[in-house]
């Protein structure tokens, strides 16, 4: 939250992944790319990822 906050403050546009929590499992991956893909068509505009780790 602190993050995404930070980042509409800048001006950007945020979206969370709407996906769960980043516990590594590739199937994750899937997941992100079709999100991303969403984002993208639906913005006609290419996005950016943003996030932090949390240790890993």
């Not at 939250?1 to 769960?20: A, N, P, S, T």
């Amino acid at each position: 939250m602190v993050l995404r906050g930070f980042l509409r403050h800048m001006g950007y546009q945020v979206h969370g992944w709407e996906i769960g929590r980043n516990d590594g499992a590739p199937e994750l991956l899937d997941g992100a790319e079709a999100k991303l893909q969403e984002l993208a068509e639906a913005e006609r505009a290419p996005v950016s990822i943003a996030g932090w780790t949390l240790g890993g």
